[in-house]
């Protein structure tokens, strides 16, 4: 789910502040506990997934990147989201360790991520991966650790 769509505005209409704030205050409204009266919302979206999704379309800069972000990705498509916890660990080699899964075309160690890969992605948080035996994909969820 996009933040367009998380906030119930169009791309256009994000470009107005008003607008925007405006599409904030209704999905703000429809995730209330006391406020929901749609079968639409049960289960809804936390206030803080909707939050972040005001703070980063209001911010231009913000906007521009997740839109850069966005294209990148839309190209993908992926078949499954996962958090790095879940991943198999393989510490054979602690300066760099690496994390595996095996995927559903029947290859054991098809999904493949190690430390480096993580930290050449930059603060990205969220990795894609492409399975070594197939055309799936992967995407794979981490936080990053301060090393202090």
């Known amino acids: 789910m996009?933040?367009?769509e998380i906030l119930?505005?169009?791309k256009e209409e994000a470009t107005s502040p008003e607008a925007l704030?405006?599409?904030y205050h209704r999905a703000l409204l429809r995730a209330h506990p006391d406020k929901k009266h749609s079968e639409e919302y049960e289960g809804s979206l936390s206030v803080e997934v909707i939050r972040h999704a005001y703070e980063v379309l209001s911010d231009e800069k913000k906007r521009r990147d997740y839109e850069v972000k966005r294209a990148?990705?839309?190209a993908i498509s992926v078949s499954e989201v996962v958090d790095l916890e879940d991943l198999d660990t393989d510490e054979t080699n602690p300066m760099n360790i690496r994390w595996t899964r095996a995927c559903r075309c029947g290859h054991d160690q098809g999904y493949?991520?190690?430390?480096?890969d993580l930290e050449a992605n930059g603060n990205a948080e969220e990795i894609y991966m492409q399975c070594i035996g197939c055309s799936i994909w992967i995407k794979v969820?981490?936080?990053i650790e301060d090393a202090n």
């Open 141 to 143: 969820l981490y936080s």
């Open 2 to 4: 996009s933040y367009y």
């Open 21 to 23: 704030k405006k599409a």
């Open 112 to 116: 493949s991520v190690s430390e480096d």
């Open 8 to 10: 119930g505005v169009s």
């Open 72 to 74: 990148k990705t839309d």
